[in-house]
C-alpha cells in the first residue's frame, strides 16, 4: 500500500520537474514566450521556472538596452554589435541551464538579473 503512493507521489515530482523545465525553456523563446512562461508559471510558482523566467527577463531587457544604445552612431553601433554577440553567447548559456535542468546564473549578468529581479 505504501509502495504504491509512493510511487504515485514520486510520478507527481516527475510531472512537476518536466512542467517547470518546460516553463523554463518556454521562458528563453523570445519575449511572447516569457509572458507566456510567466503566465502558466503564475499558478504554481515553481521555483526552477521562476529562476529561469528572472534571467530570461534580465536578458531581454539588456537587448532592449543594447538596442537603444545602437541608436548612437558609430560608437553605439560598435558597442551594439559586440553586445548582441555577448547577448547571444549568455542567451545559448542560460538556455543550455535550462534544458540541462541547472539553477545556474547565465554568464556575466546572470548574478546581476538574480539581485534585480528577486521579487519576480
Not at 519575449?31 to 503566465?39: D, N, Q
Not at 538596442?67 to 548612437?72: K, R, T, Y
Amino acid at each position: 500500500m505504501e509502495t504504491t503512493r509512493t510511487k504515485s507521489q514520486n510520478a507527481e515530482a516527475a510531472t512537476a520537474n518536466e512542467e517547470s523545465k518546460r516553463i523554463a525553456v518556454i521562458a528563453y523563446i523570445t519575449f511572447i514566450g516569457l509572458i507566456i512562461a510567466f503566465v502558466m508559471n503564475n499558478d504554481k510558482k515553481q521555483d526552477f521556472a521562476s529562476y529561469h523566467i528572472r534571467q530570461s527577463l534580465g536578458l531581454c531587457i539588456t537587448g532592449l538596452a543594447l538596442g537603444v544604445i545602437g541608436v548612437i552612431p558609430i560608437l553605439g553601433w560598435i558597442i551594439n554589435i559586440i553586445g548582441i554577440f555577448v547577448l547571444l553567447y549568455m542567451w545559448i548559456m542560460a538556455l543550455m541551464n535550462a534544458i540541462n535542468e541547472k539553477e545556474k546564473p547565465a554568464p556575466i549578468l546572470g548574478k546581476k538579473y538574480e539581485e534585480w529581479f528577486k521579487n519576480i
